[in-house]
C-alpha cells in the first residue's frame, strides 16, 4: 500500500500513531504530579524497563501534559559523558528566566536565581561542563560549599520556594538515568526528598534501564519514600492489538485476525517491534485486509531491519570480548541466565569473566535482575548475536 499513508513510527523516543495500553498510568501520573504542585503528599514515578518499551515516549506525554496544565517541566536526557550538575544547571536558568518573566521577578525568584549562580561557580571546577555565563550575582553561604549534597539541597529547596510562590511545580524528566553516576543521582534524590519534606513542589519523573532500581544504592531509603518504581514492560495482548490495528484503521485499513495473531507472536508485544511489523506489513500488502502472507513477508524485512540498525548499533559498540559474552549468553536463550552459566560456555571462570560482565553493563547492554543472574537489556538480541555470530561463541 502506499508507504505515504504509513501510520507506524518505529524510531527511539517517536510518539507513535496509537500509545496504547499507558492510559491509567498516564492519568496516575498527572495526578501525582498536581498532588505534589498542591504542597500534597504523592510520590512520583521512576520507569524502568528494557529497551524499545516506550519509556521515553511515555515520560514525554506525562511532561507534555504537565506543562499543558502550567507545571514547568524541564526535560533532561542523562547522556553517557555528562555531569548531572552540568545538565541541571541550564535547564534551571531557563526555567527561573521563564518565572521571573511572567510577572516581575519576585524576591523568591531572584533569591533562586542567585543560589543557582553561586551554585555554578562553586562547582564547575570539580563538573567541567557545567558552563552558565557568570553575570548573575550570587548569595555569599547559599549553595555554593562546594559540596554537591549540601549545595544541591540547598539549590532545589530554594528554587522549590520560588515555584511554590508561582503556583507551579518544577519537575525534572530525566531520561537514561542509568548514565548518571551513582554519587550524583544519590545528591539529587537527597536534594528532592529535603525539599519534599517541607513540601515545596520540586519533584523528578526518571526512566531508564531496569539497573536504575539498585543503582539508586546509597539514596534507596529516601528513593522508596519519593518515588514509586514502575515496571514498563511489553503490551497485553488487547493493547497490542490496539497498538497495531488502530492507527491502520484511521486510514480506512484491516487486519485479518490471523494476521494480527501472528504479529503478536512474532514481536512479543513489544512496542518498539509492533511499530516496525505494522510499518512493513503496510508497506509490502497490495490492499485492505492486511493477511497472512503479508506478515510473513513482513517478519522477513523486518528483521532485516532491526539487524541493520536498532541491534547493529549496540553490537557495534562492543568490544570483542564483550560480544563473546553476549553470544555466550544468546547461545542460552533469551534469559535471564546464571552468570555461573554463561561462563561455563564460555569456559572460563565466572571472577574471570565479571570484568566483561561489568562494563556490558555499564554500557547498559546486560542487567542483573537477580543477584547472581544476567539479561540482556534489549528484547530478542539473542536471536541477533545468532544470527550475526552464526559461528558461535
Ligand atoms: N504504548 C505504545 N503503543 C504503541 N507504540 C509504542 C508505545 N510506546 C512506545 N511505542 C513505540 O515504540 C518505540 C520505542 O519507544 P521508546 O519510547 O523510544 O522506547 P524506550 O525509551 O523504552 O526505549 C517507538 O517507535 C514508539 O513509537
Ligand atoms: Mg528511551
Known amino acids: 500500500m502506499d508507504p505515504r499513508h504509513n501510520p507506524y513510527a518505529p524510531g527511539a523516543g517517536t510518539p507513535p500513531p496509537e500509545l496504547a495500553g499507558r492510559d491509567e498510568l498516564i492519568e496516575r501520573a498527572a495526578v501525582a504530579l498536581d498532588r505534589i504542585r498542591a504542597g500534597r503528599s504523592a510520590r512520583s514515578f521512576i520507569l524502568y ?48 528566566l521563564r ?63 520560588a515555584a511554590a510562590e508561582r503556583d507551579t511545580a518544577v519537575v525534572f524528566f530525566v531520561d537514561e538515568l542509568q548514565y ?47 518515588f514509586e518504581f514502575v515496571h514498563i514492560d511489553r503490551l497485553d495482548d488487547e493493547a497490542a492489538a490496539v497498538a497495531l490495528t488502530v492507527p491502520a484503521k484511521r486510514e480506512g485499513v484491516d487486519y485479518e485476525s490471523a494476521a494480527v495473531a501472528e504479529i503478536l507472536t512474532q514481536t512479543h508485544g513489544y512496542p518498539y517491534f509492533l511499530q516496525e511489523w505494522g510499518k512493513h506489513s503496510w508497506d509490502v500488502a497490495d490492499d485492505s485486509p492486511i493477511e497472512m502472507k503479508d506478515c510473513e513477508r513482513a517478519t522477513i524485512e523486518a528483521i532485516a531491519e532491526l539487524d541493520a540498525s536498532f541491534f547493529r548499533v549496540r553490537f557495534d559498540r562492543l568490544t570483542p570480548a564483550e560480544k563473546h559474552y ?55 538480541f539473542d536471536g541477533f548475536m545468532k544470527r550475526i555470530m552464526p559461528e558461535g561463541v
Open 49 to 96: 524497563g528494557l529497551r524499545g518499551v516506550g519509556k521515553t515516549v511515555l515520560l514525554n506525554r506525562i511532561g507534555r501534559d504537565a506543562g499543558a496544565r502550567g507545571i514547568e517541566s524541564l526535560k533532561i536526557e542523562a547522556p553517557e559523558e555528562r555531569s548531572l550538575p552540568g545538565m541541571l544547571a541550564p535547564a534551571l536558568r531557563a526555567t527561573l
Open 99 to 161: 518565572l521571573s518573566r511572567s510577572k516581575a521577578a519576585t524576591a523568591k525568584v531572584q533569591r533562586a536565581t542567585r543560589a543557582l549562580a553561586g551554585f555554578a561557580k562553586a562547582l564547575k571546577v570539580k563538573y567541567q561542563d557545567l558552563e552558565l555565563s557568570l553575570d548573575f550575582e550570587t548569595e555569599e553561604g547559599v549553595a555554593d560549599s562546594g559540596n554537591l549534597d549540601n549545595d544541591l539541597t540547598d539549590l532545589l529547596s530554594i528554587v522549590g520556594a
Open 180 to 226: 548518571v553516576p551513582e554519587d550524583q543521582l544519590a545528591a539529587l534524590i537527597i536534594a528532592l526528598h529535603a525539599a519534599n519534606q517541607n513540601q515545596l513542589p520540586i519533584t523528578m519523573v526518571a526512566a531508564g534501564l531496569p539497573q536504575i532500581v539498585g543503582q539508586t544504592g546509597r539514596a534507596k531509603s529516601y528513593a522508596e519514600r519519593l
Open 326 to 380: 553476549m553470544r555466550a549468553m544468546a547461545e542460552l536463550g533469551p534469559g535471564p541466565h546464571r552468570s555461573g552459566d554463561i561462563a561455563e560456555v564460555l569456559k572460563r571462570k565466572v571472577t574471570s569473566v565479571a570484568p566483561v560482565r561489568n562494563s556490558l553493563i555499564a554500557k547498559g547492554m546486560i542487567f542483573s535482575p537477580a543477584h547472581g543472574d544476567t539479561a540482556f537489556t534489549v528484547p530478542l
